[in-house]
């Protein structure tokens, strides 16, 4: 299959994310960034153009424009997907355009700036017949891909409990008083939407307890705070949730857990046993049983399922990374487009990329925590 | 110092911490056992004596005879202290006749079967004059008392978030069901009281809380459950918390989390920084910074406090574990009464074990935990 | 600056480190793959070539013929710099050729087929004025880096003793028996040199120990085993080393330490504290002290020598691999080539990549190390 | 079965392992200490022995005078057994003496000051018809025994590979140039024999090897090293050793590895899988495999070997350390002794303690590695 062309949509002069999708998206050879609309600021997005070797006529001043006129180009010139990587106030204008000119999308989470954004971006994204990645990167570790598989082959038994953590300590001072443009947009409620930590890093954790164990929260009470004097949004919470199964969970997330860094964890217990990932040790899936030893399934080996194996680069012992654990999203995802463009199926483990479905879970998990934060009712329905 | 005579009430056959307090007690050699009502089936006490080499006279059919008969006993020979050890249900009466008739007690936790006689348990206790120490084992720990010291030293800044855990995965059968003394007991509300999994461990984890962070909770709100079938009593649960300065927290104790093996588990973040301690790992601290690399401290330095110094045998780099940090307990509460015997005072160090006062605070939160778990309110007062 | 343009000889179908070079070099965006000689059977070379979307026109049917037409192609067309990626027997004269055509080269570790090699090769890389890179990924890694900018700040002081061990398992059977082409070259003679293990994995733990302590081994005294029955170059051995400044040190390297996954580990102890390293946990640096707690240094921080921080992507909390290590690498010496094109100053961290000087050190390591393994005199002077 | 009466040679003011041992013997209620001969000092002796509440009649000014009155008491009053923990050069006048006149003895290891007497001394065991127990304590450990049982059973396969270290970095520094009385005595030839670090920790690591592997080490070839200026003995080592069943290793001895902490460490690799052990994480055991994910054995689980189960005391999850270890050598020897007295049959959990078979083991380790450190020749026989 030829490379996918590939437009991008943020990700001009300090942004962290940008940089991170323009890696991951290009590391298998399977795509070429061709065309950009870095910044809402012309001079910055061509100066951004400029750095990453673009053609200067595919450097836009605007999203608007960029789809616009590359829709115009030629079906074999023009970008096939469009990556967007704006703060959440930008996701849905941009994502409903290119879906709506028919252009694949790939969007960073969370997915919109409220729930009935998303809700109206999933009916889009349903209708238009692209493929669209909601850019849940935890999801794309292989060991996290066997944890899924291993419960969904009934290895557990029935779940019972759930714990996932997603500590950070990046924000244990005022950072957004300084000039920090990552802290600035994240505690912005005009730019962020009604939560900070929840929506920046708890909807990861909220995404990852039910990809992992593929049920659904139903109840959540939330204990949400602002920890910081000054600040405006939450930069810390812990959830206790209910399941769809009767299982029931705890989640929390935080950016003033002083010294913490992105040690996303989680752990999954059933009737039978019991399982536990974390971002630190990412390569390695520990599995617990009643009456017999623990087990370290480390990724690359060959004992694994299909849909770890597929995600890896490299035999086992080789750690990989955040960067290719995001690059599987984007390798999925253009596998998945590759196989349209030619009339073919795409494989099971390609298509397990997070979507529009888990975008609106997402957002509707922000929307019920910050809610259940400030109620004086115990329980409330997702 | 001479060596203090023990006697014992409870630890017959089938006991598990009978065993371990006889140990702990004796590790020092600053105590011998010389008397028992190992069990309220005489022929079983008798037994337990014999398989202890007590001498058959000091071996009683009941714990009443026995603080009678020792009570009377010349002064050179009686018991200094009695250490109980039966199920919850017989910890009240036997504690307060034992320091109504002039002996030290050291006392299992949790303190008793509900929070009015905790209550009174505590006056009495506090009205005698004698030692009471609660067997909170944890604190024992030398490297648990080191994160208190620190904390305490203001080393973190003002305490933000504590998060506790207390798993195990040994009921995650329905193992009352068959022959097992201490499932049975311990799933037994005529035993054990109101809460399963929150007074046997639950209790633990909310004592390691406060007495680490030296703060007190206010309010709690609990999500309780019996999760296996036909159980009595909670086997799991997780309770948001609230503190005396406005930190937030989460607990969790279970014993439905298969594969799991008492890693009881804290971390506690300040201002400046964070610390860790896990049971696993019990011989080192982590303290985490802002803006320099966590440190790994470890148990038998010179670099520690007073306190974690105190409490360790052997040099760094000997692992010490659970009967150690028990007979830490013990060693304090001992050397606090010898100093009661010769007049003297007793160091800070050796003061620094578990009272009634840690008592009638795990009683309240056992008592509120459940009433939470049952309640649609979502905040309990403390 | 523009993208460098690179020709691949060797990474045809079935190779390994091939696929892996490719994604090292594209990471960053630094550089394009156009043109390849990827098998010395031109089918396969085609094949590859079309696989990866290269231009027909650009794939070639031999190393030589690559040499010869990308020399001839216009200065704005052709490859810049070519990747060999062959197995040992087959570094010396692509190298020698590419370099002696005006390329620059990345050679695959270790350098050459024998020391020979090694050292005319070094002169003509000395003499080309051309860049030379060989492939020792660990010394690629952020921590690594720091591990060797405290050493040489002097943090651990005069360094006593080193341990290094690279040990892996997967040729615990005979692979090679089997039609495992990894193996097959690996194991056989006439392709990969007098060295097994020693030449594919002692050469990486011999360059690590080296490149942190900034030190030279002068002496060893090696056991070097053939443990599978029927192979026929060694799969296992440990040396002992004696180094420049006095330090003495041991090497392990071994193919059959069953179930083990490329767990490279290096300790080095100072007269002051001591470090270690270990590809499990890469983001990682622990430094030890005589009297404070130990420290944990991780991958992203600010804290981080210049060294560090330049080679990494992320932010703190990120894990980077394996592919980031290679990628590193590949950006340092691109960025001095780029230097070079553009007549500017490479920075003293864009320098900080493994050269001809490296190779062939590593290439007299296996010399003296396997006649050590046959010899009855204890020391040998390397 | 009645408490055995311990005697103690050694032991006084300023002694570490003294505590340590009368902390083991005593741990388990089998025994009493009631003699001693602590000091060569006769004021010093009677000072520990009022420390430790012994009737003064039974504190003695020399172990001659101590082992002719305890013979000549009544048998049910006299000494059973007698532990013996002074320096080196007074291990074996004592332990011949006391065996001699009747009495088991528990030793310190290594054995004696040199191997002539160690295998003088081991006749006089055999002949003795007493039980003779050296503390290796590493061997008391339930997970170092779950090795031994496992790699017994053929787990592993046949043998390939060992490695172990025994790291220490506390004589860094020329302690003994300050009065430190552990660094005193153990860096004085006229006190410790001919060996430092190889004799103080060395041999541990040594007996180590040969007991989980159930292996005997047959030729070896040392790096004996003084790395403190003014030392007179070896605080650093490496030794290439090849075993009786063909399987070659490697051992590490060092106390000048700066920061580290005792932390013994063991790797063996056989036919079919490995297996780790490490005295920082004591109560787990590491199993690797060939084709599935490694497994984490742990301390106190029904899963274990009637040996692992034999020496723990608690279940599963509480940690057991290094008195714990410590005791079990001396519970299985005191078993072994109580079933002579009782005329019974000792069962094999209780006879796996080291004899004096072991230290002549030890003896002979240390005759030849400190020979080979000063030899030319590369390998030497065992």
Not at 34 to 54: E, I, R
Not at 84 to 94: A, C, G, M, R
Not at 148 to 166: E, M, N, P, T
Not at 324 to 348: D, M, T, W
């Amino acid at each position: 299959m030829r490379k996918l062309r590939m437009g991008m949509i943020g990700g001009g002069p300090g942004a962290f994310i940008g940089a991170v999708h323009r890696i991951a998206a290009s590391m298998d050879g399977l795509t070429e960034l061709v065309a950009g609309a870095f910044s809402s600021d012309p001079a910055k997005s061509a100066q951004t153009g400029h750095d990453l070797n673009l053609s200067e006529s595919r450097v836009y001043g605007s999203y608007k424009e960029m789809i616009e006129k590359e829709k115009s180009l030629p079906e074999n010139e023009r970008i096939d997907f469009i990556s967007i990587v704006t703060p959440n106030h930008l996701h849905f204008e941009p994502a409903k355009l290119a879906l709506e000119n028919g252009f694949h999308v790939v969007l960073d989470k969370p997915m919109t700036f409220n729930l009935k954004e998303a809700e109206e971006l999933k009916k889009i994204a349903d209708a238009s017949g692209k493929y669209f990645c909601l850019t849940h990167t935890y999801t794309g570790y292989p060991m996290v891909k066997e944890a899924k598989q291993q419960i969904a082959a009934g290895k557990l038994g029935k779940i019972r409990k759930i714990f996932v953590s997603y500590p950070q300590g990046w924000l244990s001072d005022f950072l957004e008083g300084s000039d920090q443009k990552q802290a600035a947009w994240r505690t912005d409620p005009s730019r962020s939407g009604i939560a900070g930590a929840m929506g920046d890093i708890g909807t990861h954790a909220f995404n990852l307890a039910e990809y992992i164990t593929g049920l659904q929260a139903t109840k959540l009470c939330a204990d949400i705070n602002i920890v910081v004097e000054g600040r405006k949004l939450d930069d810390d919470g812990a959830v206790l949730l209910k399941f769809n199964n009767g299982a029931s969970g705890v989640l929390m997330a935080s950016q003033i857990m002083a010294g913490e860094e992105n040690d996303l964890h989680i752990k999954v217990y059933g009737e039978n046993g019991g399982l536990e990932w974390r971002h630190t040790e990412a390569n390695s899936l520990i599995i617990r049983h009643l009456d017999k030893p623990a087990e370290i399934w480390r990724a690359g080996n060959g004992y694994l399922s299909s849909f770890a194996q597929h995600n890896t680069r490299t035999p086992s012992g080789h750690p990989e990374g955040y960067l290719e654990a995001f690059a599987n999203l984007y390798r999925n995802f253009i596998l998945c487009v590759q196989a349209q463009l030619s009339n073919g199926q795409p494989k099971p483990e390609w298509l397990d990329f997070p979507k529009a479905e888990e975008g609106v879970r997402g957002m509707l998990f922000i929307e019920k925590v910050i809610e259940s934060g400030k109620s004086e009712e115990k329980w409330l329905n997702i």
